[in-house]
């Protein structure tokens, strides 16, 4: 394809296919079609998307067909496959310059790169990475950021490999870079901190940007650069330094107005601070053995954070890698660390307060919860809460979190719950709804625990004696410990409940179904 004739056309085509009009965007698109497996087409696209005076959806559109080809012709074996020529020079333009000054565009064009990088870095490709550093070092505030956004999808593309090979290759090129990309995020969030507290918004969320993507690219070289992490002292000054810097990121959180322009990055950087401590914990358990303590004492700020903390605190509780085996003599040295650490935080003090602070404050239905179960009943009763919802939402993965606490302390939590649960005997006054609540919390306790309350739970009794006349009160604001007794009867009827008590039950059943709450009726069935 000649590149002077070819341009026009092509650019005329990728003008043709970003019309609304069908008549003209489908002959645009098969021609284009047509044109993927001719030689130069991609080195006219690259063009193309590089020219900043065209139209912006002509230049997106000629970055999508230039990365649906990496993925169908720059194999060597793939069919119609780019020449060797083309692609070095591919290659060398997509890392002329750093300039693109539209951010969807500069993003697409860095994921293009790293999937070239993929392919061909470092044999193909050994310039690549020395340039990214270079161009992230330079004083162009736009070039910065985007070789620092390259850096990044290059640096998450190269950790995915997963050939010891390749894996091997980037242990490399972590422990030749791991320097510059720790001193890279140091100082772009010094930048952030002192332009924060100096109110300069904007210069502060340019250096919040640059924090975020630093500490992206860190994160990848942290967890998978690294075969045995705890032996590199940057990697374990880094970790450490992470908790620091957490403590200075919470606190500007909350001097920081709610409207302020750094306020949702903010939160995005902390949350991500919390992903590294996270994957590096999955990943390298017995490595983050001397972190152990450090993570258990975060403080609560916002949801999301408060999500991570608890998913930290449950991936410590019940890692294998932190439990002694039943013969100590045969324990490994740091499986026994571990223990000891989490021996010393999780007191019976401790135990008490974190099980009854879950039930009574975060096991409680929310405003917006009630408020669900009012205006749209049928969203309420079918909440999703399985799969992975407790990686990111807060009342499931308090919930995970509990039972996983419970399963591991049960001796100690036990007591707690069964006092909980004593304290709330007898009908609940309806004109109450904060006891409305907490009994609905502790039943909820109870029927997540059924397993392991078994052995001191008269389930049979409790029935008789307290849930089944809770079934019978028809007060409308009652309908919230209606459920919640049919959903604890539903959890405990497979674990300790007598067969000669059904009938009792299903009659129950059958006289509220004609309950006039519709999240009430759903419940019954559901269980």
């Known amino acids: 394809m000649d590149m002077d004739s070819a341009s026009s056309v092509v650019l005329q085509a990728l003008t043709q296919a970003t019309s609304q009009d069908t008549a003209v965007l489908k002959p645009a698109e098969e021609q284009l079609r047509q044109w993927e497996t001719q030689p130069g087409f991609y080195s006219v696209l690259l063009n193309i998307f590089n020219n900043h005076m065209l139209d912006v959806n002509v230049r997106w559109l000629a970055v999508l067909y230039f990365k649906n080809g990496i993925d169908r012709y720059w194999r060597r074996v793939a069919p119609h496959a780019l020449s060797e020529e083309e692609k070095t020079s591919l290659r060398a333009g997509l890392i002329t310059n ?28 050994p310039e690549l990475i020395p340039i990214l550093l270079e161009s992230v070092k330079g004083q162009d505030g736009l070039q910065q950021h985007r070789a620092l956004l390259t850096f990044y999808h290059v640096t998450k593309t190269l950790a995915s490999k997963r050939l010891a090979q390749d894996r091997r290759l980037f242990q490399d090129l972590a422990s030749g870079i791991y320097s510059f990309a720790c001193s890279l995020w140091g100082h772009h969030t010094d930048c952030f901190l002192q332009q924060i507290y100096a109110r300069d918004e904007a210069a502060a969320l340019s250096s919040l940007e640059r924090t975020l993507l630093s500490l992206k690219v860190l994160r990848k070289l942290t967890v998978h650069g690294f075969q045995e992490p705890q032996q590199n002292m940057e990697v374990m000054g880094f970790l450490n330094a992470v908790f620091e810097r957490l403590k200075q990121f919470l606190e500007c959180c909350r001097q920081v107005g709610p409207d302020s322009t750094c306020r949702e990055k903010l939160e995005k950087t902390i949350i991500l601070y919390t992903k590294v401590l996270l994957d590096f914990l999955e990943y390298h358990p017995c490595a983050f053995i001397p972190l152990i303590q450090r993570s258990l004492e975060f403080g609560v700020t916002f949801e999301r954070f408060i999500v991570q903390c608890m998913n930290l605190i449950k991936m410590i509780v019940k890692n294998d890698a932190y439990k002694p085996a039943k013969n100590i003599e045969d324990s490994k040295p740091e499986s026994l660390e571990a223990h000891k650490i989490k021996t010393a935080f999780f007191t019976h003090p401790t135990l008490t307060e974190i099980g009854r602070r879950l039930v009574s404050h975060y096991f409680l239905l929310t405003e917006e919860e009630l408020a669900m179960w009012e205006e749209d009943p049928e969203s309420f009763a079918v909440e999703e809460t399985g799969g992975d919802s407790w990686k990111y939402s807060l009342r499931p993965c308090t919930e995970v979190l509990f039972l996983d606490i419970f399963h591991n302390y049960s001796q100690t939590l036990t007591p707690v719950l069964l006092d909980m649960v004593q304290n709330l005997q007898g009908p609940t006054n309806v004109e109450d709804p904060v006891q409305l609540l907490m009994k609905d919390a502790v039943y909820n306790a109870v029927g997540l625990a059924a397993y392991e309350l078994f052995d001191n739970v008269d389930f049979d009794q409790w029935f008789k004696n307290q849930l089944l006349g809770e079934l019978q009160v028809n007060h409308h604001r009652y309908k919230l410990i209606r459920r919640r007794v049919i959903w604890l009867i539903g959890q405990w009827i497979s674990v300790k409940f007598k067969s000669d008590l059904r009938p009792l039950l299903y009659e129950v059943i059958l006289s509220l179904m004609q309950d006039p709450d519709l999240v009430v009726i759903a419940q019954y069935y559901f269980d």
Request: glycine letters at 0%; hydrophobic letters at 50%; aromatic letters at 8%.
């Open 98 to 125: 750093f300039n693109e000054p539209v951010n969807q565009i500069a993003t697409q064009i860095a994921v293009l790169i790293a999937k070239v990088a993929r392919l061909d870095c470092p044999r193909q490709w």
